[in-house]
């Protein structure tokens, strides 16, 4: 990864906030800012520095794959993600459906570690990682992938060090660090409360 300038911290080096995704009308959210959002998010993984990481970040880049894909089959159907899965399951299929509930879940326990860690400054990583992962991804996983996920767990940096990767200025970090969390916990909360919906079922 990259050095970032002195001046700068690492939410100034990704191509799209989830602060900037813009929330339409009946909390729709715009497909195109989310999944650069999404694809942005994911390059934090790489600040964790740890190859088994990797796992995780191709789960995610994976499933914004599926979801993008659909939307490029049907760009006017899709302006939304609401409406890329109303209409993708209007067709029979849920290929790009079923991936976005796993990249809400991603994206859950990524938003739930980095809460718990921003809340409880005496905790490390390993420990908001862990228990995130309790919480969303792992009720989900075979006891094929809970191993290979798990090992990330205990594979992160101790907290101080991941803090100062994401730039020089802790203070900024901080504030840049919560206000990124609380945008993606407002999209995460929309999207999971759509996919309780009868019209997000494909099943």
Request: cysteine-free.
């Amino acid at each position: 990864m990259a050095a970032i300038p002195a001046d700068q911290t690492w939410f100034d080096t990704i191509k799209k906030s989830f602060a900037d995704v813009p929330i339409g009308a009946e909390d729709g959210i715009s497909t195109t800012e989310f999944l650069e959002a999404a694809e942005s998010l994911v390059t934090l993984f790489d600040v964790l520095g740890s190859a088994a990481f990797t796992p995780v970040k191709n789960d995610l880049l994976g499933n914004i794959e599926k979801v993008r894909k659909r939307q490029l089959a049907a760009p006017t159907e899709s302006e939304t993600l609401q409406a890329l899965v109303v209409n993708e399951l209007k067709t029979g299929k849920h290929t790009a459906t079923e991936g976005l509930v796993w990249l809400v879940r991603g994206l859950d326990f990524t938003a739930q570690a980095l809460r718990h860690n921003i809340d409880n400054s005496a905790s490390e990583l390993s420990d908001s990682f862990r228990g995130a992962y309790g919480q969303t991804l792992k009720p989900h996983h075979s006891w094929v992938i809970k191993p290979i996920f798990s090992a990330a767990m205990s594979a992160t940096p101790y907290r101080k060090a991941f803090y100062e990767k994401l730039g020089h200025d802790q203070p900024k970090v901080n504030a840049e660090l919560a206000k990124e969390i609380a945008a993606l916990e407002k999209v995460v909360a929309i999207l999971k409360a759509f996919q309780e919906t009868p019209a997000a079922k494909w099943k």
